[in-house]
């Protein structure tokens, strides 16, 4: 069974574009998180989707969005890159449930690097 | 608010230890416990998940255990191997459905 997919691996931009993440669940998995890990510091939650709807988001700027497809992939935008944004993004998943599937485990993506220069 | 505390933040060992890792969390209405290890600019790789109404979770050298009432888990790792050094993490959720991280233990076993 194929894991949690994520691309690109590395993404260097600089400060002001625009930067397109993708993350693609384990097959049946209906929940998206996406979370961010600055160097030196812990995971910080993102973004929550479940069942192509935003459930929840955590305390980043509205530069931060994202979406759920169809066929439960996701996709992190963030917009006006500044320097700071320099981090590893995972995206998790997890099983069905409008709850985020209480009990359900979650299993982490590879990540993607991204470089602001 | 939930709050995840891992201790300690870094163990270095010798081959062969048996190890504690230790997370406390303030808010005992959880759904359940989950214990990941994370290598150097990797993905997290899940351990083990305890669910609330649980006690303990075993993998191979891996026990979890998880006491509500008193906010804890620990993990214990039977004969460390250099291929147990990584960061470990724990993660809790709670009634707002999104997991919350302790900031992990960075483990190193030396042969």
């Known amino acids: 069974e194929a894991g949690v997919t994520q691309s690109p691996t590395h993404l260097i931009k600089t400060r002001g574009q625009q930067a397109t993440l993708r993350c693609s669940p384990i097959s049946g998995h209906t929940s998206v998180y996406w979370y961010q890990q600055a160097l030196g510091l812990g995971l910080q939650f993102l973004l929550w989707?479940?069942?192509?709807?935003?459930?929840n988001r955590g305390n980043f700027p509205p530069r931060f969005s994202g979406r759920q497809f169809p066929n439960y992939s996701s996709e992190l935008n963030v917009n006006a890159l500044e320097l700071e944004d320099s981090a590893l993004y995972l995206c998790?998943?997890?099983?069905?449930?409008?709850?985020?599937?209480?009990?359900?485990?979650?299993?982490f993506g590879p990540g993607t690097r991204l470089t602001v220069l | 608010k939930q709050e995840v505390t891992q201790i300690p933040a870094a163990l270095s060992v010798p081959e062969g230890e048996n190890l504690v890792l230790n997370c406390s969390f303030t808010?005992?209405?959880?759904?359940?416990l989950q214990w990941f290890r994370q290598d150097p600019g990797k993905g997290l790789t899940s351990l083990l998940l305890?669910?609330?109404?649980?006690r303990e979770q075993t993998s191979g050298r891996l026990n979890a255990s998880l006491d509500k009432s008193s906010g804890r888990s620990t993990l214990y790792i039977a004969a460390s191997q250099p291929g147990d050094s990584a960061t470990y993490l724990c993660a809790v959720k709670g009634g707002s459905y999104i997991p919350t991280f302790g900031r992990g233990t960075s483990l190193i076993v030396h042969p």
């Open positions: 305890i669910q609330s109404s649980q």
């Open positions: 998790a998943s997890s099983g069905p449930g409008t709850s985020g599937g209480t009990g359900n485990e979650q299993f």
């Open positions: 989707y479940d069942e192509g709807e935003e459930r």
């Open positions: 808010d005992s209405a959880i759904y359940n």
